[in-house]
């Protein structure tokens, strides 16, 4: 990512999400422009939060599966539309995540900007569904390497595919 000067900048606010957009544009070496007041212009947003768990945030898999069989468990790590008890199904993810980025990021991009984003993995996952990339029914299956960038790759300011970033 050396040398990509980016106009915008999105993350979730999780810290862990704000934190590794800070480190990406450090990286670059090419983004003291959206240096303000000693940090980063960084446009936070709830939106491009990871999926909420609800009842099982905190539990480790071991545990989770103890308590609820293997079975269920994977059913709700990876199916596209079942939640787990007070939480999240990655369709919910992209009912939220889909509109914040028509909104707030495409605008962006159809004007000729270079955005970064600072997510998470199902996040990532609920934008690949939401654009069209992938379908809920093959989503399960794609893996999204944790702290690797992703390029996505635009016909007319519109991602149409995309290509991790892997500084080979």
Do not use: C
């Amino acid at each position: 990512m050396q040398d990509i000067r980016f106009d915008r900048v999105f993350a979730s606010t999780l810290k862990r999400a704000y934190d590794t957009a800070e480190i990406a544009l450090a990286a670059s070496g090419n983004n003291e422009h959206l240096r303000e007041n000693g940090g980063w212009t960084i446009t936070r947003h709830d939106d491009l939060r990871e999926r909420d768990y609800g009842d099982l945030a905190g539990l480790n898999k071991a545990e989770t599966a103890e308590k609820f069989g293997d079975e269920q468990v994977h059913i709700w790590r990876r199916s596209y539309d079942v939640a787990p008890p007070g939480g999240e199904s990655l369709k919910d993810v992209v009912d939220r995540v889909g509109p914040y980025f028509e909104r707030e990021i495409l605008p962006e991009l159809q004007a000729g900007k270079n955005v970064l984003v600072g997510a998470h993995g199902n996040t990532v996952r609920a934008l690949l569904v939401a654009l069209d990339i992938h379908s809920p029914e093959e989503i399960s299956s794609v893996e999204i390497p944790t702290g690797v960038p992703m390029i996505f790759d635009s016909e007319n300011g519109t991602p149409k595919s995309y290509r991790f970033l892997t500084g080979e």
